[in-house]
T-cell receptor, first 113, second 113 residues
Framework: EAGVTQFPSHSVIEKGQTVTLRCDPI?????LYWYRRVMGKEIKFLLH????????ESGMPNNRFLAERTGGTYSTLKVQPAELEDSGVYFC???????????FGAGTRLSVL | QKEVEQNSGPLSVPEGAIASLNCTYS??????FFWYRQYSGKSPELIMF????GDKEDGRFTAQLNKASQYVSLLIRDSQPSDSATYLC?????????????FGAGTRLAVHP
């Protein structure tokens, strides 16, 4: 069974550009999370989907970030326009509703120049 | 004060020794605790989780939880060079009925032959 997959693995963009990150959760997992780790800091929660609904978006830094999960399968996280401080590793995780374990993808490393 | 604190290390131990990784948390509402291992550029991989006071053992790994002291630890017996990685401690926090992981910054473990 495939794990959580994220695409791209690495993205380099210039300040002001737009980037879209994608996450494919483990098949059947209704819960999908986005987290971010900026340089030297801990991994921080961004938001949580249950199916296609945003259950908790308290960690989203500002309105330049837009997450979607149309159809309740894969999710995208768009940053528009990107700023230098958005650089970091963006992780996606998914969870089966019957347990508390979150399974993580390998992350997308975003570099904003 | 950070919600979950870990010593960043590196923690260096000789092969065959016991590695002791420690974590403290500030929110007494935290329900469960997770130890993830992360190799460079890879996804965080769940090693152990614990939600009851005391010890929980799985092979060479033992997780310990002391809710009164708000302290979690991970012991790795017979450490191997392949155990060299960053170990992430995370607390499961329920907020408004939903759940999310609060991570520490991670401890780098180096096991030398």
């Amino acid at each position: 069974e495939a794990g959580v997959t994220q695409f791209p693995s690495h993205s380099v963009i210039e300040k002001g550009q737009t980037v879209t990150l994608r996450c494919d959760p483990i098949s059947g997992h209704d819960n999908l999370y986005w987290y971010r780790r900026v340089m030297g800091k801990e991994i921080k929660f961004l938001l949580h989907f249950v199916k296609e609904s945003k259950q908790d978006e308290s960690g989203m830094p500002n309105n330049r970030f837009l997450a979607e999960r149309t159809g309740g399968t894969y999710s995208t996280l768009k940053v528009q326009p990107a700023e230098l401080e958005d650089s970091g590793v963006y992780f996606c995780a998914s969870r089966d509703g019957g347990e508390n374990i979150q399974y993580f993808g390998a992350g997308t490393r975003l570099s904003v120049l | 004060q950070k919600e979950v604190e870990q010593n960043s290390g590196p923690l260096s131990v000789p092969e065959g020794a016991i590695a002791s990784l420690n974590c403290t948390y500030s929110d007494r509402g935290s329900q469960s605790f997770f130890w993830y291992r992360q190799y460079s550029g890879k996804s965080p991989e769940l090693i152990m989780f614990i939600y009851s006071n005391g010890d929980k053992e799985d092979g060479r790994f033992t997780a310990q939880l002391n809710k009164a002291s708000q302290y979690v630890s991970l012991l790795i017996r017979d450490s191997q060079p392949s155990d060299s990685a960053t170990y992430l401690c995370a607390a499961l926090l329920f907020s408004g009925g939903y759940n999310k992981l609060i991570f520490g910054a991670g401890t780098r473990l180096a096991v030398h032959p």
